[in-house]
């Protein structure tokens, strides 16, 4: 099973477009992030959500916003696409309240602007 | 806020043979250090991590020592394997649940047959 999911996999589109992407956690974590991971392989914080409230915004620009419709789902949504955004997402869920801070990500989701 | 270096960014090894990758970070505050793989095309996958309050653990061919003082914390794989070539994050965070890792820049290791 499953435990951090994402989808598309792979998303291809124009500068301009908007876009989503979307993550589920079947592992009843209550914070769940959104990493990106430039060409050089370099991973970087964007956002985590707890308790569906917005607790980190790490000088993210505007055109990302998190969205979580519930505990379980944290989806990313991106406006105005640039070619700077091309760049693999990752979501990840950790548990709180105790936690070790032990973080789990998704597959990932490659993203590409031309 | 946080800072996290990691050394050496490329790693060779013959086959067998330990693994040693290197980081240091910054801030005094943080007292969790994951460690994570990340195989071509997936996601990092979590395979040891320690807290501040612990100086060595170690799970089977793999083990992490931190030095709190120095601000050091590094990662060792012995008689390594094919299926360890990967490219190997070091991270650090506060801890608290609701805290995103602070990434090292990766280590490629690769593995020679």
């Known amino acids: 099973d499953t435990a951090v999911s994402q989808t598309p996999k792979y998303l291809v589109t124009q500068m301009g477009n908007d876009k989503s992407i979307k993550c589920e956690q079947n592992?009843?974590?209550?914070?769940m992030y959104w990493y990106k991971q430039d060409s050089k392989k370099f991973l970087k914080i964007m956002f985590s959500?707890?308790?569906?409230?917005?607790?980190i915004n790490e000088t993210v620009p505007n055109r990302f916003s998190p969205k979580s419709p519930d505990k379980a789902h944290l989806n990313l949504h991106i406006n105005s696409l640039e070619l700077g955004d091309s760049a693999v997402y990752f979501c990840?869920?950790?548990?709180?309240?105790?936690?070790?801070?032990?973080?789990?990500f998704g597959p990932g989701t490659r993203l590409t602007v031309l | 806020g946080e800072n996290v270096e990691q050394h050496p960014s490329t790693l060779s090894v013959q086959e067998g043979d330990s693994a040693v990758i290197k980081c240091t970070y910054s801030?005094?505050?943080?007292?969790?250090f994951p460690w994570y793989k990340q195989e071509l095309g997936k996601g990092p996958q979590l395979i040891i991590d320690?807290?501040?309050?612990?100086g060595e653990k170690k799970d089977q061919r793999i083990a992490v020592t931190l030095n709190k003082t120095a601000k050091h914390f590094s990662l060792h794989i012995t008689e390594t394997q094919p299926e360890d070539s990967a490219v190997y994050f070091c991270?650090?965070?506060?801890?608290?649940?609701?805290?995103?890792?602070?990434f090292g820049k990766g280590t490629h290791l690769i593995i020679q047959p």
């Open positions: 990840a869920s950790s548990p709180t309240s105790g936690s070790l801070g032990e973080q789990f």
């Open positions: 592992l009843g974590h209550d914070t």
């Open positions: 959500y707890n308790n569906k409230e917005l607790i």
């Open positions: 801030d005094s505050a943080s007292n969790y």
């Open positions: 320690i807290r501040s309050n612990v």
């Open positions: 991270a650090a965070s506060s801890g608290g649940g609701a805290d995103g890792l602070t």
